[in-house]
């Protein structure tokens, strides 16, 4: 596909590409300003080979070939600028990162405890990563959970969890290729809230205070609770000094809360690795995902608070699930050319693409919503690991929801994650199992979802993917029946519906009718586990990247 290679003759080429192409002598090299970072379909067959090179100018990202075997290449990033976030920005309170955040910090970065016996090991650095052999040879065969978080800044204000309960995980879950910290929410049906704090002796005050982090969240409606400072632990709903959160089907609230009004930024939590910045003055947060800033929320009247949570947003039935390579945090205003140098900082350390050209808003009930799988291993985020492009990703479903109440709070929820900024806007839903089992009938249902096609066509997405509805413990009898005539309908009335569907229904295990019995897929019969998440995750992110091969070969 010469599309994905630069073959232009020297003369055509900018002249960062022929520097670049000439320095290092590399044929074939990508250097032609692609908006994402390489993936594994660009491979031997492509025509790149173990060595090429591939450039993107707007994150400075370098990457070389490690593999270019077909279907599965392996490019490595080469960090081309070497200037870390508390060097870019100086003067932090506390930070915290599974890598150095400083050069001149040559410290431990964090302590580890293992299941198995209760030892602890302090874990160092080799180079400016973490000491990842050390790691696995001393949590061989257990399980490893996080007690320390040390200070890089130099002052001293390590984050440790309140008690055993409250350990974050550090398991295998990655970002940009490194290993992060898991604060785990729901771990296959059990309630678990994870979070490190600072000592009361730190005093907080959001009218001035700013912070930044490279997160990936499970989910953007109500499980989403990113992180709050507080003294509470977990954080309640109204205590929070500064909190990342989303509540009902209508709500999508980012930014401060003070027990008695909701202050929007117009961001919903990406779930995508994303970096995260908040941004205080004296009168007003800003909140910025990646390069995407909400509007100003008003500073709460209780600002000031002794001590610090970093963790999850306390939830009723589902907290907050996500993951987090590092956090760093100032006690004072931070201004516009240092949030530039921090964010472009924070970049190249998360290898993350902030020029995504890829919108995927997903919409649906529980199982869209990820209800029972272990934190970020739920279906929407394990497609994301699986696709060959830089996509933003938004996730607006919701437990409980029918058909008909997903149509209804369309205008107030999944229409807020288009933006005419991207190249491509997806939206992908799933629903059906709650509608169903209200002893609605397949065609009616499926009368419901074109009309929830048509309005998301209406407000712009290009690209719609629709699943067939699993079987289910509770859908039995006349339900069954009815679950087989809407996706039969589903099947026969997609080309003309205009969608593409992805038949979770047949997948031979997933969709097979004594599925829902089988422990290792299934939590209660309706939710799939993480490794029936997994399994749904394989046929979605086909289906998107079929749809974005095209994409390619249009391109070329």
């Known amino acids: 596909m010469a599309s994905k290679l630069d073959t232009m003759n020297a003369a055509d080429r900018s002249p960062m590409a022929v520097g670049l192409s000439t320095l290092m002598n590399i044929t074939p090299a990508r250097v032609d300003a692609p908006l994402r970072s390489p993936g594994r379909f660009d491979d031997v067959n492509s025509g790149f080979s173990i060595g090429s090179h591939w450039y993107v100018p707007s994150l400075n990202a370098l990457y070389v070939a490690a593999s270019t ?37 040559t410290g431990n970065l ?70 992060v910290v ?72 980012i930014g401060a809360y003070n027990g008695s009004s909701n202050f929007s930024s117009g961001l919903s939590p990406d779930v995508t690795p994303t970096v995260l910045g908040v941004l205080s003055g004296t009168s007003n947060i800003r909140m910025r995902q990646n390069d995407d800033l909400g509007t100003a929320i008003g500073a709460a009247t209780s600002s000031v608070a002794s001590g610090a949570v970093f963790g999850q947003i306390y939830r009723t039935t589902y907290p907050g699930k996500f993951d987090a390579m590092c956090f760093i945090l100032f006690d004072r205003t931070i201004t516009d050319a240092e949030e530039l140098r921090m964010r472009r900082a924070l970049y190249r350390l998360g290898r993350i693409n902030p020029q995504r050209e890829i919108n995927i808003v997903v919409d649906g009930d529980s199982i869209s919503q990820g209800a029972l799988s272990t934190a970020l291993v739920n279906r929407d985020v394990q497609t994301r690991k699986l696709l060959d492009v830089s996509v933003r990703g938004r996730n607006y479903a919701y ?21 005419s900024k991207f190249r491509r806007n997806i939206y992908s839903f799933l629903i059906g199992h709650n509608t169903l089992n209200a ?68 997948n031979p295990i997933m969709g097979a009718a004594n599925a829902p019995a089988n422990t290792a897929l299934y939590g209660d019969q309706i939710h799939p586990l993480s490794y029936g998440y997994a399994l749904m995750a394989a046929d979605e992110a086909a289906a998107f990247n079929i749809t974005l091969l095209r994409d390619w070969q249009k391109a070329a």
């Open 69 to 105: 075997l077909a279907g599965a290449a392996l490019w490595q990033h080469l960090d081309s600028d070497v200037t870390l976030p508390l060097d870019a920005v100086t003067g932090a309170l506390s930070a915290w990162g599974v890598c150095r955040l400083r050069a001149a910090y």
């Open 110 to 179: 964090f302590q580890v405890i293992r299941a198995s016996d209760n030892a602890t090991l302090d874990v160092g650095q080799v180079g400016y990563e973490a000491d990842w052999a050390a790691v696995d040879a001393f949590g061989a065969g257990t399980t490893l959970a996080i007690t320390i978080l040390y200070d890089q800044s130099g002052n001293g204000r390590n984050w440790t969890p309140a008690s055993a309960a409250k350990r974050p995980t550090l398991a295998f879950n990655t970002i940009g290729g490194r290993r």
């Open 182 to 253: 898991t604060f785990a929410g729901v771990v296959d049906g059990t309630l678990a809230y994870q979070s490190v704090e600072l000592p009361t002796t730190v005093t907080l005050d959001r009218r001035t205070h700013s912070a930044f982090s490279i997160i990936r969240h499970a989910s953007s409606v109500r499980t989403a609770g990113i992180y709050g400072l507080d003294t509470t632990n977990p954080v309640a709903t109204g205590s929070e000094v500064f909190n990342v959160k989303t509540g009902s089907p209508t709500e999508s609230v």
């Open 399 to 419: 437990f409980g929801q029918t058909a008909a109440q997903l149509l209804a709070a369309f205008a107030g929820r999944a229409a807020l994650g288009y933006s």
């Open 439 to 506: 002893g609605i009938s397949g065609a009616d249902l499926y009368a419901t979802v074109q009309a929830i096609v048509a309005a998301a066509k209406a407000i712009g997405y290009d690209t719609i993917f629709v699943g067939t509805v699993l079987p289910s413990g509770a859908l039995v009898g006349t339900k069954e029946t009815e679950r087989l005539a809407y996706n039969a309908l589903l099947r026969a009335g997609a080309a003309a519906l205009g969608v593409t569907i992805i038949d979770y229904a047949a």
